[in-house]
């Protein structure tokens, strides 16, 4: 592995249904995120870890649960998908010590919620 | 409430120079990113800007004016792969990243 990997690249999930996105990274980076990309939109993030053991609520984490039992892992479940979480879905991470905090990307997940 | 503008498209020419805008408003600053994006594809870093001033790396520029709230990012001889989309992003007194929508560029031969 070199950098972040996510999984699956693409999904088509029914309604209501459950799904986890993975993400994996082998930088050794303290901070990752969740983000979801729409048209028209920015980045919006959705959860972030610190560290860890952490994590943190985005701007918009309705939806949406994450975990950080290790460094290297980070998935993000949808417990209920509904339509308006179509979305691509980019994992990142960070090194997280002070300003600088270049954020290193995944290769996306895109998902189609019907 | 914290916003990024940044212009939605533009258009230039293959070997000329361009110029896409930045303004923010955001809860705090920590620093100012550029990132590229291709069709499809992942962001990848470009450039950051936590001083005032201008930033240069090969043809790719990135300037910075904290009290008016403005960045630019400046390409030189573009090149047909440059057509992407350009994300402006402030990291904010949290040290979350707040982004832009993005700035499609388009080259023409």
């Known amino acids: 592995i070199a950098g ?13 249904r459950r799904m986890t996105l993975r993400c994996t ?20 993030l959705i959860h972030y870890s610190n560290t860890a053991g952490t994590t943190g609520k985005g701007e918009v984490p ?10 290297d892992d980070f998935p993000l479940t949808l417990a209920s998908a509904v339509p308006s979480q ?20 995944g290769p996306g997940t895109r998902l189609t919620v019907l | 409430g914290q916003n990024i503008d940044q212009p939605t498209e533009m258009t230039a020419t293959e070997g000329a120079i361009v110029q896409i805008n930045c303004t923010y408003q955001t809860s705090g600053f920590n620093g100012l990113f550029w990132y590229q994006q ?8 470009l450039s950051y800007n936590v001083l005032d001033g201008l930033e240069e790396k090969g043809r790719f520029s990135s300037f910075l004016s904290r009290s008016k709230g403005y960045s630019y990012l400046l390409l030189k001889e573009l090149q047909m792969k440059d057509s992407a989309s350009y994300l402006c ?14 700035t499609k560029l388009i080259i023409k031969p």
Request: with cysteine; proline share 2%; net charge negative.
């Open chain 1, 4 to 16: 972040i990997t996510q999984a699956p690249t693409s999904q088509i999930l029914a309604a209501g």
């Open chain 1, 25 to 44: 990274q082998d930088m050794r980076h303290n901070a990752m995120y969740w983000y979801r990309q729409d048209l028209g939109l920015g980045l919006r």
């Open chain 1, 86 to 105: 179509t979305s691509v879905y980019f994992c990142a991470s960070s090194d997280g010590q002070g300003d600088y905090n270049e954020q290193f990307f």
């Open chain 2, 89 to 102: 992003a402030v990291m904010s007194s949290n040290y979350q990243l707040i982004w832009g929508a993005g």
């Open chain 1, 62 to 71: 309705d939806g949406y649960s994450v975990s950080r039992a290790n460094t």
């Open chain 2, 38 to 45: 291709h069709a499809g594809e992942a962001p990848t870093f």
